[in-house]
């Protein structure tokens, strides 16, 4: 009874328990939450029939357990009871848990599949990644850098309400769905009254409205996430690419796949300037109307205000390859420079933009306005998408003032040459703020690509557009290919600033996206947001380039294999012994020749260069002494006259004439020379390919080299003083001065006979021996000759000229034989008549004057033979000599290497002028050997882009 009485305690406090005032538990309030949830997710039956079986059981252990009784149970003895209330408690917990797991699983996974429909498949862009970026874990603690990166709650409340937005579109399908509890509240506001009704309808279309901005707002949010993973995603690209200290993947980056891809592009643009060769290689091809806004989009690509600008002014006067890669640096380069330009430097970016624009107008020919030669630029950064674009100049309608007459044919060539390769992307810009009918570009793109599988249109100034365009659907039109004849790929609209020249890329791109952000052509879904802003552009651009590449590469490389056969072979036919050089190596063996033969000019002997020297300065004033110094003098009475007489002319004539002439006559001894050595063949070896090079190399070298200034004046001093001595040394020097003075009035005479027998013409040997004849006015000379050589015979001392009696006696005695003559003939005849008779006599006086070196020893005194003519001419001579061994110094110690300095640096020159090098080195051996060089070039590096481009694929 004891144990009876305590169970029944115990009962009883159980029920007071259950009916009194409850109390909610911990236990009770889980059970509420658990009903909440299947609530939420059951229909109303199920939720009675829970309630329904609570009430049956409102004794449960799962509601109230007295767990301070469960000792009191135990002393009592109620073991079997114990048993029972433990396997409801358990069960009662692994329904529980079983309800609060299953809640978990399941809205985990409705949260991914949610998350996973907003979240694009970024597998496609993983080409866009270079390889070393899947390696970086290795070298890089990305622990450090996740705890950086905001957590997954800041980016999932970037998510939109989904909930929200369910329960919205639940209350507007309840609106249009007949039978719904929606239409039956519609029908009863409805009978409401009228003003109800309308208010309704405007709060309806506030909620779609709103739920338009929302998903607006969400595609932004989303856009925005994007440009922040890709601006951590620049800064990491940056990092690593700076960081070269353990060299991770260093000759990737020097040799990227465009990098590669760029380089057959440029020699194929030097091979062929005027893009005639049957290339198919894939680049992005940039046209429109002039002022279309080309170049604000190229720069929009490539971060960078990079091209000069003017307003309504045409900038673009030939085409500018850029090629966009990676790299650490926001910095462009030249392809034939080394200079780069930092893009983050307004200086520098001032500096390119002139550059550009001086190169433009270097390659713009007199008398044209545009050019079809390339201007090649690299343009590096990180985060800029990989390719190949070629701005073109702008298509015009109307040639204007200051321009050539072809330049909008001009214009046209060079855009169908670019367009017609097959594998060209064409790039067609159009501008939004002019009416469409006014757009020459879309015609002739559509004559190009009439099926538009290679074109992407561009809408720009979307913005001028949106303002000025009445009908918004005109836009639409325009950007879904229905308004323009011409088919397209895709298209796309952008905005490229204000207009302000000035503007940053950065606020350009803040403007078009708060432009799009707030534009009415993304709220009512006239455009699409993967049509919109440069950055899905370039991305668009940059995939269609990658395919294009892929898909055409190979086949260009088997036919430049080909084109490398067919050349390979004409060359072993034609010239098998020789090797393929090109004009540039030929160039080099020619410079090496050229300088071998002016060192040359060095190794003259000293008596080689003064023998030519006082020979030809000889010839050179050998009239002037015998004509104005030694006739002159030799007319005097005496010896003292004489005397007096050399010396003031020999000092007029070295004051004013000599050192000029003696310095000439050198310079022209250095030029002949070096001319001998430049056309001198050598035998087998020669090669007249260099002949037109070394001609030019000699002639442009002499035009360049001027004597030193400074030679006359010590040459003046040194002949004047040699002029000034008399004493002549030995017998020896005697007999050398005779001997020269003997040959020069030999020389004299002979000329003297020569002119002579023109005069009077052939005698009676030739007449009879060679049946010649005089003519009429020969016969006259020779009478008048005869009759002057009497005259002569009568008074051997007779002066040099003729007296007018003498004249008018001559002619007078001619007359009486029947020849009519003039005075002038007379005297011009007496002139070489008396000349031939002073010569002679002066040979005779040479001949006497050999044995009279003893005479001049002792001054010719107690003499009547004088020979101060020896004299004259041994100080003649010694004049020579001491000039000839000046000039000779002056050769060797500076005119000749100067003028070898002249020669290097016209082979630099020449070196650096392609032009000048094409026009002198010339010939079917050469283009052919360009050809080969050029075209086997190109296959290997082909070859080796597409190896690397496959490695990257794997």
């Known amino acids: 009874r004891a144990g009876a009485a305590a169970s029944c305690v115990v009962c009883r406090n159980i029920v007071s328990g259950t009916h009194g005032a409850r109390r909610t538990s911990p236990w009770q309030k889980l059970h509420l939450v658990s009903r909440s949830i299947r609530h939420s997710h059951h229909p109303v039956s199920k939720f009675q029939r829970l309630s329904l079986r609570t009430a049956v059981q409102p004794f449960s252990t799962f509601n109230r357990f007295p767990l301070h009784k469960s000792k009191l149970l135990v002393k009592y003895g109620f073991q079997p009871r114990r048993d029972f209330w433990l396997a409801r408690l358990a069960s009662r917990l692994l329904k529980l848990r079983y309800i609060i797991l299953g809640s978990a699983v399941g809205g985990g996974y409705a949260a991914k599949k949610t998350l996973d429909e907003w979240i694009p498949d970024f597998s496609e862009y993983k080409w866009i990644v270079p390889d070393f970026i899947w390696e970086l874990d290795e070298y890089i603690d990305f622990d450090k850098i996740s705890k950086a990166l905001p957590e997954s709650e800041d980016l999932l409340k970037l998510l939109p309400d989904f909930d929200k937005i369910g329960e919205s579109f639940d209350f507007l399908k309840g609106f249009f769905t007949p039978g ?4 039956t509240a519609f029908r009863a506001t409805d009978q409401g009254g009228e003003n109800e009704k309308q208010y309704k309808k405007v709060s309806d279309k506030d909620k779609i409205d709103q739920l338009q901005e929302e998903l607006l707002r969400t595609q932004l949010k989303y856009q925005r996430m994007l440009e922040r993973l890709e601006k951590e995603n620049k800064e990491l690209r940056k990092i690593v690419l700076q960081k070269d200290d353990k060299g991770i993947h260093q000759r990737k980056l020097k040799k990227s796949l465009i990098d590669m891809y760029s380089e057959v592009l440029d020699i194929l643009s030097d091979y062929d300037a005027s893009y005639n060769t049957q290339d198919h290689l894939p680049r992005v091809v940039v046209v429109g109307d002039q002022s279309a806004g080309k170049t604000s989009v190229l720069e929009m690509i490539a971060q960078a205000r990079i091209f000069p600008r003017g307003s309504g002014e045409m900038m673009t006067r030939s085409p500018v390859m850029v090629t966009l890669s990676e790299g650490p640096h926001h910095v462009a380069i030249f392809k034939d420079s080394s200079r780069e330009f930092d893009l983050t430097k307004e200086e520098d970016l001032a ?30 950064g990180p985060g800029l998408q990989r390719m190949v674009l070629v701005d ?3 298509v015009i309608s109307t040639v204007t003032s200051g321009m050539a007459p072809d330049t909008k044919e001009t214009i046209f060539s060079i855009s169908k040459a670019y367009m017609q390769n097959p594998n060209a992307i064409i790039l067609c810009i159009q501008d939004g703020s002019v009416d469409a009918e006014r757009s020459i570009v879309t015609d002739l793109v559509s004559q190009m690509d009439p099926q538009g599988k290679r074109t992407i249109f561009v809408l720009t100034k979307v913005d001028l557009a949106e303002k000025n365009v009445a009908s918004p659907n005109r836009i639409q039109q325009i950007i879904e290919g229905k308004l323009f004849p011409m088919k397209a790929l895709g298209y796309f609209a952008v905005v490229t600033g204000k ?130 110094i030694y006739l002159p003098a030799a007319q005097t009475m005496n010896s003292g006259t004489f005397n007096t007489t050399v010396d003031i002319k020999l000092k007029q004539w070295t004051d004013k004439q000599l050192p000029n002439k003696a310095v000439e006559v050198a310079w022209e001894t250095l030029q002949e020379e070096f001319s001998r050595f430049m056309t001198e063949q050598k035998g087998k070896e020669h090669d007249d390919i260099f002949d037109k090079l070394k001609q030019a190399v000699k002639e442009e070298s002499i035009k360049r080299h001027k004597w030193n200034e400074r030679a006359e004046d010590s040459l003046r001093v040194i002949q004047h003083n040699a002029l000034e001595d008399r004493s002549i040394s030995d017998k020896q020097q005697w007999d050398a001065a005779i001997q020269f003075m003997e040959e020069t009035l030999q020389s004299r005479l002979k000329d003297t006979e020569s002119v002579i027998e023109d005069m009077v013409g052939p005698d009676w040997k030739k007449r009879w021996l060679y049946w010649l004849s005089r003519t009429k006015e020969q016969g006259i000379r020779n009478e008048t ?49 008396y000349r031939r008779h002073f010569l002679k006599g002066a040979l005779s006086h040479c001949n006497l004057c050999r044995r009279g070196f003893y005479y001049y020893q002792r001054h010719f005194v107690d003499s009547e033979l004088e020979c101060n003519d020896v004299v004259l001419f041994w100080r003649i001579q010694r004049m020579l000599a001491i000039t000839a061994n000046t000039l000779r110094q002056q050769l060797a110690n500076n005119e000749v290497r100067r003028l070898e300095k002249n020669v290097k640096e016209v082979l630099e020159d020449f070196a650096e002028d392609y032009e000048k090098k094409v026009k002198l080195i010339t010939g079917k051996r050469v283009q052919l050997a360009e050809d080969l060089k050029k075209v086997r070039e190109i296959q290997e590096k082909l070859e080796a882009f597409i190896e690397a481009l496959h490695q990257e694929e794997k």
């Not at 719904?180 to 239409?183: L, M, N, Q, T």
């Not at 933009?353 to 001086?358: D, F, L, Y």
């Not at 008074?795 to 001559?810: G, K, Q, S």
């Open 180 to 183: 719904s509890p929606g239409e």
């Open 351 to 380: 500096a390119l933009r002139n550059e550009i624009e001086v190169r433009m107008r270097k390659s713009v020919k007199e008398g044209y306005t545009v050019s079809a030669q390339t201007i090649s630029l690299n343009v590096k």
């Open 392 to 394: 073109l100049p702008g």
């Open 499 to 628: 207009g302000n020249s000035s503007e940053s890329i950065e606020s350009i791109r803040e403007y078009e996206e708060e432009f799009f952000q707030n534009s009415k052509l993304l709220k009512k879904c006239m455009l699409k947001a993967h049509q919109v802003t440069t950055r899905n552009l370039s991305l668009a651009v940059s995939d269609c380039f990658w395919k294009m590449v892929r898909e055409s590469v190979e086949q260009q490389a088997d036919a430049f294999k080909a084109t490398r056969f067919n050349l390979e072979t004409e060359w072993k036919n034609n010239y098998p012994r020789l090797r393929e050089l090109d004009r540039n190596e030929l160039f080099e063996k020619a410079k090496n020749e050229i300088l071998d033969e002016v060192i040359s000019l060095s190794q003259v002997t000293p008596k080689h260069w003064e023998e030519i020297l006082q020979k030809t300065l000889w010839e050179r004033v050998s009239t002037h002494v015998i004509e104005n």
């Open 785 to 833: 000759k005869n009759e002057l050589e009497k005259m002569i015979k009568c008074n051997e001392e007779h002066p040099a000229y003729l007296a007018n009696d003498e004249v008018t006696t001559v002619r007078k005695n001619l007359e009486a034989r029947g020849v009519a003559v003039d005075p002038c003939l007379i005297k011009d005849t007496w002139h070489q008549v």
